[in-house]
Nanobody, 128 residues
Framework: QVQLVESGGGLVQPGASLRLSCAAS????????IGWFRQAPGKEREGVSCISSSDGATYYGDSVKGRFTISRDNAKNTVYLQMNSLKPEDTAVYYCAAGEALYCDADYRPNTADFGFWGQGTQVSVSS
């Protein structure tokens, strides 16, 4: 069955780094874009980043540009989100999601409807 499993979340201080992983199975990973979304309490789910399958093109939300880096390892069916210079406003549950034949680049505007498979999420908390 299809599975997306996030890991790497935790509680860190402002300025620290975390690397989230999204391990995928049960579908043709090479043909899917993978996105990261986050949702803070009382707020809507927000698109953070996305990486295309075809050429590795990427999208970053304005709030994370220059701090977060997304990458994928197709041999391991895994996508990573390196998060540096974390801020308290980055606190949220982070979800990875897979979108079939989706192309996400700098002009992409995240839409949860573009993604058919979702993970269960991992909590990231940034606090002093």
């Amino acid at each position: 069955q299809v599975q997306l499993v996030e890991s790497g979340g935790g509680l860190v201080q402002p300025g620290a780094s975390l690397r989230l992983s999204c391990a995928a199975s049960g579908f043709a990973f090479d043909y899917y874009a993978i996105g990261w979304f986050r949702q803070a309490p009382g707020k809507e789910r927000e698109g953070v980043s996305c990486i295309s399958s075809s050429d590795g093109a990427t999208y970053y939300g304005d709030s994370v540009k220059g701090r977060f880096t997304i990458s994928r390892d197709n041999a391991k069916n895994t996508v990573y989100l390196q998060m540096n210079s974390l801020k308290p406003e980055d606190t949220a549950v982070y979800y990875c999601a897979a979108g079939e034949a989706l192309y996400c680049d700098a002009d992409y505007r995240p839409n949860t409807a573009d993604f058919g498979f979702w993970g269960q999420g991992t909590q990231v908390s940034v606090s002093s």
